[in-house]
């Protein structure tokens, strides 16, 4: 049945509704979620500011950076920036009409902006999430590690019962005869 289910799911998140779902899903979970977005968002700066450094035009960056983004909802969201960059808006209103990306992304990204040193401001989002993400999974690590220490200990009380319990019952049997 476990198998089967696997089967089913990996086939079901093949299909692009599932893949939205799944990703969406992905976003929403509590803590992970947070976790999967700065990684992405990490990810998505990294690439653009590398790219808008080595003077790659920006649609082609978006473009780019919306398949390196293994998130389907977020490549959305850079497909539809390129459509708004394409109609020649900038970058930080769509990003915050998206609703998916922090004001400090947003802020950062319009300041990169205004002072054209947009890859410099990128690549400080990156660090910054690369860190935030570093430390939200020490700290989910720290948080886990008592619930795990404690379902060994049961696990191993369970062995050890498992063991000994026969043999103390043999015991009694071999002192009542």
């Known amino acids: 049945a476990i198998g089967l289910f696997i089967f089913a799911f990996k086939k079901y998140t093949a ?22 977005l700065k990684s992405a968002l990490a990810k998505f700066t990294r690439v653009f500011g590398t790219l808008q450094a080595g003077g790659v035009p920006i649609l082609d960056i978006m473009g780019i950076a ?6 389907v909802i977020l490549s ?25 990306v922090p004001p400090l992304v947003i ?23 690369d860190e935030e993400v570093d430390q939200a999974i020490k700290s989910l690590s720290s948080a886990i590690e008592p619930i795990l220490l404690s379902f060994m200990g049961g696990v191993v009380l369970f062995l050890a019962l498992a063991i000994f319990m026969p043999m103390w019952d043999m015991t009694k049997m071999a002192q009542q005869h």
């Open 76 to 100: 959305e969201m850079i497909l539809n920036l390129r459509t708004s960059v394409q109609e020649g808006f900038g970058i930080s209103a769509p990003l915050q009409a998206s609703g998916l």
């Open 66 to 71: 919306a398949k390196v983004v293994s998130n």
């Open 15 to 36: 299909t692009p509704k599932g893949r939205r779902q799944w990703d969406q899903f992905m976003l929403r979970v509590p803590i992970m979620g947070v976790i999967n």
């Open 107 to 129: 802020q950062m990204i319009s300041a990169g902006e205004e002072s054209g040193a947009l890859d410099q401001m990128l690549f400080k989002v990156a660090e910054y999430y």
